[in-house]
Structure formats: structure tokens, C-alpha cells
């Protein structure tokens, strides 16, 4: 008797196993479909010159196909001259995406004043960098949860010259 019932446990077993693994791939389907918010970078610009550093603000533009506003949870960016990190950061609860519409992040980077001036040492008399802005968008999506969207752009920006400084 114990052994028919270790069978029918057995088989129990395995058909309610089967039928979380079809649960999980029918979810997991659901929810590669599920549309997600897109973002792109439209511009690096210089601001200003402090201090304190550099300061470089990057406008990302976000489209949120949903009508609902969907709340962002932080911001996080890395610049980067060739291999080298310049500058890094988070912004913590910058706001909310607008429902059904377009919504243009203001991103500021701040280059610290001791990597500027290095920097400036090794670059040739055209005041430009290549660099490439990497930022990272965390959002609460309700039901689905935090998901990041990861943009990223390349190009060339001016280091400030010395009349920037004063």
C-alpha cells in the first residue's frame, strides 16, 4: 500500500511540476511582450564651468506607450573618454513619465575639475573628447515591476578653455 501511494504521490508530482513549467513559460511569453517605454539620447551639451568641475547635461528623450504616467526611480549614467570613466553618478526619484506621450529628461553629468584638467593636458589643440554616455532609466512598471532601460550614445564634445574658466 505505502508504495501504490508513493507512486500516485509521484505522479501527482510530476504533473503539477509540468504545470508550472507551463505556467512559467506562458508568463514568461507574456511578459517578452509586453511593450516597454523607448528612450534616446538627443543631446550632450557643455553648461558651464564651477569650481567644482565641469558640468555637461545630456537630454534624453523617453516615448511611454502607456496612458498611464509611469513613475521613474533613478537615473544612473557613466561618461567615458576612450576607456577611461570621467564622471559617474544617480539621480534619485527624478519625476515621471507622462501617459501616452514624450517625456525629455534632463540629465546632468558633472566632470570633475581634477579629471577636466587632466584630460586637457592630453588632448591637442582642438578642445574636443570622444565619449561615450552610457545611462541607465529605472522604472516601476506596475504589475511587471523596476525594469532598466539602457541607452547610449557616442560623439565628441568640447572641453572648456581657459576664458570658460574665468
Keep these: 500500500m505505502a508504495s501504490s501511494e508513493q507512486k500516485l504521490v509521484e505522479e501527482n508530482g510530476s504533473v503539477i511540476?509540468?504545470?508550472?513549467?507551463?505556467?512559467?513559460?506562458?508568463?514568461?511569453?507574456k511578459l517578452a511582450n509586453i511593450p516597454t517605454p523607448e528612450a534616446t539620447v538627443e543631446d550632450v551639451d557643455f553648461k558651464g564651468v564651477s569650481r567644482q568641475g565641469v558640468d555637461y547635461h545630456a537630454k534624453v528623450s523617453?516615448?511611454?506607450?502607456?496612458?498611464?504616467s509611469i513613475p521613474i526611480c533613478q537615473i544612473s549614467y557613466i561618461l567615458k573618454s576612450a576607456t577611461r570613466t570621467i564622471a559617474s553618478g544617480t539621480i534619485p526619484d527624478p519625476g515621471s513619465l507622462v501617459g501616452k506621450g514624450t517625456t525629455v529628461l534632463d540629465v546632468p553629468v558633472k566632470v570633475a575639475y581634477g579629471i577636466a584638467v587632466s584630460l586637457m593636458k592630453d588632448i591637442g589643440s582642438d578642445w574636443d573628447i570622444d565619449y561615450q554616455l552610457d545611462i541607465g532609466l529605472t522604472i516601476d512598471i506596475p504589475v511587471?515591476?523596476?525594469i532598466t532601460i539602457p541607452v547610449s550614445t557616442k560623439g565628441e564634445i568640447k572641453l572648456p578653455s581657459l576664458r570658460d574658466f574665468f
Design 17 to 29: 511540476s509540468n504545470l508550472l513549467d507551463k505556467a512559467k513559460g506562458f508568463i514568461a511569453e
Design 62 to 68: 523617453v516615448k511611454n506607450p502607456y496612458s498611464q
Design 144 to 146: 511587471v515591476g523596476d
